[in-house]
């Protein structure tokens, strides 16, 4: 069965750097998310990626996180300046983008540390 | 804005009981909701969906919702738990009057734990 998968599993990055979580979304959808769910609260919609460019982002998604889809199977999610509250679990997610499709495949997740 | 509310944060029951983990939400229209289960260190899994039509649907491993309208309410349930059903269990919603929103809005989830 098809699946979402993300890299790496647990990133461990200093405040102020950068870090760069990827994810491989199921390859026939069109619908690309990211979510975060910080240690103990709720999961949290950030941004939503269609034909190449953001759909949707969510207040948490300011400045300092960028979305881009650099070949045909990847999508990268960068934090440019990393903060200690940044550090959370990253799912990424997708779905079909047709018009009965509703559901969002989530991937396994990247646990970010931010120290 | 549309919300969802998960009351319980943990819910007991034993082996071969009934389970049910409750699930209320708000929406300016019709709900799209969804149920999604997460194992430890493990990503949210779908369980179910309720789009349109019979307001009792039913998902993998056993698990049905039923969504009732008047009480904004999509209770995730079973007839009889098992010990591998202990989980985290999320409830969340899609609200498809704002058709240019797909973006999930999830419950603070529900600890299921189903003893032996």
């Known amino acids: 069965e098809p699946e979402v998968t993300q890299t790496p599993s647990h990133q461990v990055t200093q405040m102020g750097q950068e870090v760069i979580l990827r994810c491989v979304p199921i390859?026939?959808?069109?619908?690309f998310y990211w979510y975060r769910q910080i240690l103990g609260q709720k999961v949290e919609f950030l941004v939503s990626?269609?034909?190449?460019?953001?759909?949707?982002k969510s207040e948490i998604f300011d400045d300092q996180f960028s979305v881009e889809r650099p070949d045909g199977s990847n999508f990268t999610l960068k934090i440019r300046s990393t903060k200690l509250e940044d550090s959370a679990m990253y799912f990424c997610?997708?779905?079909?983008?047709?018009?009965?499709?509703?559901?969002?495949?989530f991937g396994p997740g990247t646990r970010l540390t931010v120290t | 804005a549309q919300s969802v509310a998960q009351p319980e944060d943990q819910v007991n029951v034993a082996e071969g009981n009934p389970l049910t983990v409750k699930c209320t939400y708000s929406?300016?229209?019709?709900?799209?909701l969804f149920w999604y289960v997460q194992y430890p260190n493990r990503g949210l899994q779908f369980l179910l969906k309720?789009?349109?039509?019979?307001?009792l649907v039913k998902g993998s491993y056993g698990f049905e919702a039923e969504f009732n309208k008047s009480q904004t309410s999509f209770h995730l349930k079973k007839p009889s738990a098992l010990v591998s059903d202990s989980a985290l269990y999320f409830c969340?919603?899609?609200?498809?009057?704002?058709?240019?929103?797909?973006?999930?809005?999830f419950g603070s989830g529900t600890r299921l734990q189903v003893q032996p």
């Open positions: 997610a997708s779905s079909e983008g047709t018009a009965n499709s509703y559901e969002q495949y």
């Open positions: 390859s026939n959808h069109l619908y």
């Open positions: 990626f269609y034909n190449n460019e953001i759909s949707e």
């Open positions: 929406v300016s229209g019709n709900p799209y």
């Open positions: 309720y789009i349109t039509g019979d307001n």
């Open positions: 969340a919603v899609r609200d498809p009057q704002d058709t240019g929103r797909r973006a999930l809005t």
